[in-house]
């Protein structure tokens, strides 16, 4: 028979432009998130976290915004570069739980 | 390399083999969590294991699976008479306190398994 594969949402962006991705997560209890970085034949590597009592956080380049609201993250990348390329993931953590549960990711292509 | 190793990064078995994934987390680290992943899928939680103990076995299948992390050397994931099913890739992490609600998880490479 015909397998079907699953598809990644993808995102296009030009070099130096921002890059936002999203994420909705599932459970109303979960007060830690994570976003991670996944090149291809590589292991997730952390970009930042967020605690559920913030609603923003910083890095270098990034900023995570968490609205609980409607129980959604996002991740934006500002000046994005070639080097940016890769599959991001969010992951949640509920409490005493200490599983990350994970979204399925966003493929980010940067043009040049 | 002060990250966290997996070896093999390739493994390659036949039907009704065992597997043995093996997992050094970050030095100081004595937390270590195994996921699977599927291609093109986000990573499913297995185990969570602290020095001796298995602390959260309820992602890893009850048959065949087993995971250890003994007081000395790594931890290690064991696959027993390995099933087509179960070729995927194998990340660990490791965190240096209690869990990713205090600490975010750190991962290896992976473990690249095939079962032919």
């Known amino acids: 028979g015909e397998s079907v594969g699953l598809h990644l949402p993808t995102l296009s962006v030009q070099e130096g432009d921002n890059s936002i991705i999203n994420c909705a997560y599932s459970?109303?209890?979960?007060?830690?998130f994570i976003w991670y970085k996944q090149e291809s034949g590589k292991g997730p590597q952390f970009i930042i976290d967020?605690?559920?009592n913030m609603d923003k956080r910083q890095g270098q380049r990034v900023t995570v915004l968490l609205n609980k609201t409607v129980k959604h993250l996002s991740l934006q990348i500002a000046a994005t570069q070639p080097g940016d390329s890769a599959v991001y993931f969010c992951a949640e953590n509920a409490g005493n739980n200490r599983k990350l549960i994970w979204g399925l990711g966003t493929s980010l292509a940067v043009n040049p | 390399n002060a990250g966290v190793m997996q070896n093999p990064r390739h493994l390659v078995r036949r039907r009704g083999q065992e597997a043995r994934l093996r997992c050094s987390p970050m030095?100081?680290?004595?937390?270590v969590y195994w996921y699977r992943q599927l291609p093109e899928e986000g990573l499913k939680f297995m185990v969570y294991l602290q020095k001796e103990n298995i602390i959260d076995e309820s992602g890893m299948p009850k048959e065949r699976f087993s995971a250890e992390f003994p007081k000395e050397g790594p931890s290690i994931l064991r696959i027993q008479q390995v099933v087509r099913g179960d070729s995927a890739a194998y990340f660990c992490?490791?965190?240096?306190?209690?869990?990713?609600?205090?600490?975010?998880?750190?991962f290896g490479d992976g473990t690249r398994l095939s079962i032919l």
């Open positions: 992490a490791s965190s240096l306190s209690q869990g990713a609600s205090n600490q975010p998880q750190h």
């Open positions: 459970n109303s209890a979960s007060d830690y």
């Open positions: 967020i605690r559920s």
């Open positions: 030095k100081g680290h004595s937390h």
